[in-house]
Structures are given as structure tokens and as C-alpha cells.
């Protein structure tokens, strides 16, 4: 049962992730302004939280070998190019992280002026696109290795 669990919480958390990266990228188009900043933040909450819960089920999975042997991911390109996937996400999360955090402090302040984000938005809203993209790609190389293809003998 755990199993079971684990990998529906592991491919919801795919699911939530994409659809959260999108809406942030969608919510950060121009014109900017308060409202559109509440729905980015909100979105960009849920993408943190899918986050997390990829992180904690799939190292869950991959440490406690619930579905397959450890050696069994150590040993596929498929598995590292999932995994490199993951990396370059978060990378390219570090300073959209950073960004929106910022901005969310300032906005509690009541400092935020959101018309003087549109250059920084228009950025966050490409890297968010980039990041959608890649999700894909690891879902792709997750099917592939799920499958047994990449195995490394």
C-alpha cells in the first residue's frame, strides 16, 4: 500500500508542479499589478509545495527501494537525465525563488510597486516556461526508465 501511495503522491506532485510553473508564468504577464501578483504568489506557493513533495517521495522511493531496487536507478541514463532534469530546474529556481520571496516581503510592507517589476516579471515568466518544458522532459525519461529502457549492464 505504501508503494501505491508514494507513486500517486510522486506523480500528483508532477501534475500540481507543471500546472503551478504555468499559472505563474501566466499570472506574470503585463500589465502587472496586485492582483496578478496575489494569483503569482499563490501560484508559485503550490510549485514550491509539489516541490517538496517530489523531493520527499522520491528520495522516499529511491532510499527505501519501495518500487525497485537502488541499483536499479543507479544503473539507467534514464534515471540521471530524470535526475539532471530536476538539477537544472533548481537552478534555474534559484533567483525566481529569491525574486518572488522578495517581493513578497515588500508587498506585506506595502512597499511593492508592481509596475516597476515588468522587466523582472517578463524573466520569471521565461524561466517559469523553461521549468514547464523540463518537467515534461523528466516525465518523459521517468515513463522511459519505469519502462526498463536505459538500463546501463
Known amino acids: 500500500m505504501l508503494r501505491l501511495v508514494l507513486a500517486a503522491v510522486h506523480l500528483l506532485a508532477l501534475g ?3 500546472g503551478a510553473v504555468w499559472a505563474r508564468a501566466r499570472c506574470l504577464r503585463e500589465p502587472i499589478d496586485r492582483a496578478s501578483l496575489r494569483r503569482a504568489f499563490a501560484a508559485d506557493g503550490w510549485w514550491g509545495f509539489a516541490a517538496a513533495m517530489w523531493v520527499v517521495t ?24 530524470k535526475m539532471g532534469f530536476f538539477v ?29 517589476l515588468a522587466d523582472k516579471a517578463r524573466h520569471i515568466r521565461s524561466i517559469s516556461y523553461v521549468e ?5 522532459c523528466m516525465v518523459a525519461a521517468a515513463a522511459a526508465m519505469a519502462r526498463g529502457y536505459g ?3
Open 88 to 116: 537544472l530546474i533548481l537552478a534555474l529556481e534559484i533567483w525566481p525563488m529569491i525574486t518572488l520571496i522578495r517581493w513578497r516581503a515588500a508587498s506585506r510592507r506595502g512597499s511593492l510597486v508592481p509596475e516597476r
Open 151 to 153: 538500463a546501463i549492464p
Open 16 to 18: 500540481i508542479g507543471l
Open 58 to 81: 522520491g528520495l522516499w522511493r529511491l532510499l527505501e527501494a519501495t518500487e525497485k531496487p537502488t541499483t536499479y536507478y543507479m544503473h539507467n541514463q534514464f534515471f540521471f537525465a
Open 132 to 136: 514547464a518544458l523540463l518537467i515534461v
